[in-house]
């Protein structure tokens, strides 16, 4: 089953920018110039690649058109941006970017949506503020829902059958909870996941601790480990829970304890806190604590609206069988941000005949260089990805 693939950080500085930074296909190739081949799957991944420097898929196919739109789905207003398919689109995809400040907007988010539109994906990327804004929250699975009825109640812009939903890193989460939904799960054609996550139990004790796991469904321990996590890990995960405490001085603390883990002060001294409520020193504590088997006392000991949020996005507290669509994953073995054993815990999670997991060794998640070994792995991983769209009605182009 285990296959190798290809994703890349969108962060603008050469760190992430949170605890579930957006990881996205690779769009700078550093000190490596490898032979992607002719077929359909080498020319995306070339493009993927070249930026704005061209490529022959670019050559072939005029960029794509951007829309913003505007709809109502359940109630609720949502923006988002449509780029339509220049030959005329045999699938369609929702394309959900982990936490940036510019979110469906970021250059890089741009750069994948319009390689998926030139290889005939009609392309929805919503604006999902909140996780803009450094929140992540169980709402978020509603918001990627609501997207994607609006795009399947559209056959004039994507063929029924061949819908899916895409998520990258954190977005990993809220896309394949939403492909679980019942009023969605039986059109959901495909789910792709790159960088994601499986039992956030496993990511916090990562970023809090550098450990990391994936556990068999005997219960086994399969993989273990210690990497030292990116500290943009665990400052977003403070960042995301701010608004979750009760007093504005504790979230004053914690902002400067976020910025503290950013920033890199270490001449400053960490900020220590004085006096904290009985939520907040909880936060405190899990966050301080360097035991892996401390993390799942401490994690019960957080206040509700925290446990119930955190509950609200991670799959592994839900039922994954329920699950129609095919699934492909890809992670990084050297990704700092969540670690690869989180797709490996989530592949094994999934229906087997239903998942292809795709890893890759030239990959950290700031720094991608190919090796020879992974340039069939990373074909094949296009491959599955342009066998879910329609048959092309012209088969001479």
């Known amino acids: 089953?285990?296959?190798?693939?290809?994703?890349?950080?969108?962060?603008?500085?050469?760190?992430?920018?949170?605890?579930?930074?957006?990881?996205?296909?690779?769009?700078?190739?550093?000190?490596?110039?490898?032979?992607?081949?002719?077929?359909?799957?080498?020319?995306?991944?070339?493009?993927?690649?070249?930026?704005?420097?061209?490529?022959?898929?670019?050559?072939?196919?005029?960029?794509?058109?951007?829309?913003?739109?505007?709809?109502?789905?359940?109630?609720?207003?949502?923006?988002?941006?449509?780029?339509?398919?220049?030959?005329?689109?045999?699938?369609?995809?929702?394309?959900?970017?982990?936490?940036?400040?510019?979110?469906?907007?970021?250059?890089?988010?741009?750069?994948?949506?319009?390689?998926?539109?030139?290889?005939?994906?009609?392309?929805?990327?919503?604006?999902?503020?909140?996780?803009?804004?450094?929140?992540?929250?169980?709402?978020?699975?509603?918001?990627?829902?609501?997207?994607?009825?609006?795009?399947?109640?559209?056959?004039?812009?994507?063929?029924?059958?061949?819908?899916?939903?895409?998520?990258?890193?954190?977005?990993?989460?809220?896309?394949?909870?939403?492909a679980i939904q019942s009023d969605i799960r039986e059109q959901v054609r495909f789910v792709l996941a790159v960088g994601g996550y499986y039992s956030l139990e496993n990511v916090v004790t990562y970023l809090t601790t550098g450990h990391y796991r994936t556990v068999e469904s005997a219960g086994t321990v399969a993989i273990a480990g210690h990497l030292p996590p990116h500290p943009y890990s665990k400052a977003t995960f403070v960042r995301s829970n701010l608004d979750l405490l009760e007093r504005p001085a504790d979230r004053e603390f914690f902002r400067s304890y976020a910025a503290y883990i950013i920033d890199n002060r270490m001449d400053e001294g960490e900020p220590l806190p004085v006096s904290l409520a009985p939520d907040a020193q909880a936060f405190y504590d899990l966050l301080t604590n360097p035991l892996p088997a401390q993390v799942p006392v401490l994690l019960e000991r957080l206040p509700p609206r925290m446990r119930t949020e955190l509950e609200g996005i991670n799959p592994a507290g839900h039922d994954l069988s329920r699950l129609w669509a095919d699934v492909i994953l890809l992670h990084g073995r050297g990704d700092t941000l969540i670690p690869y054993t989180e797709s490996i815990a989530l592949a094994d999670a999934l229906p087997e005949n239903q998942v292809q997991l795709f890893l890759i060794d030239g990959l950290a998640h700031v720094d991608f260089r190919p090796k020879a070994h992974d340039m069939p792995q990373l074909l094949g991983a296009m491959e599955a990805l342009l066998a879910i769209r329609m048959p092309p009605r012209d088969q001479d182009r």
């Open 1 to 178: 089953m285990c296959k190798t693939g290809i994703l890349m950080d969108m962060s603008r500085k050469c760190t992430p920018l949170s605890l579930l930074a957006p990881l996205v296909l690779c769009n700078t190739l550093t000190g490596c110039s490898p032979d992607f081949g002719d077929s359909e799957a080498g020319m995306a991944l070339e493009d993927l690649a070249s930026g704005q420097s061209g490529s022959r898929l670019a050559a072939q196919v005029p960029r794509p058109a951007r829309e913003s739109i505007r709809f109502t789905t359940g109630g609720e207003g949502r923006v988002a941006d449509l780029y339509h398919p220049p030959r005329g689109a045999r699938a369609g995809i929702i394309l959900v970017p982990g936490v940036a400040a510019r979110g469906f907007r970021d250059e890089r988010v741009v750069a994948v949506a319009n390689t998926l539109a030139r290889l005939d994906f009609t392309v929805l990327v919503p604006d999902m503020p909140g996780v803009r804004r450094y929140r992540m929250r169980s709402s978020d699975v509603r918001e990627v829902a609501d997207s994607f009825t609006w795009l399947a109640s559209r056959p004039a812009l994507a063929p029924p059958g061949h819908i899916g939903i895409a998520g990258f890193s954190y977005g990993a989460g809220p896309v394949l909870l939403a």
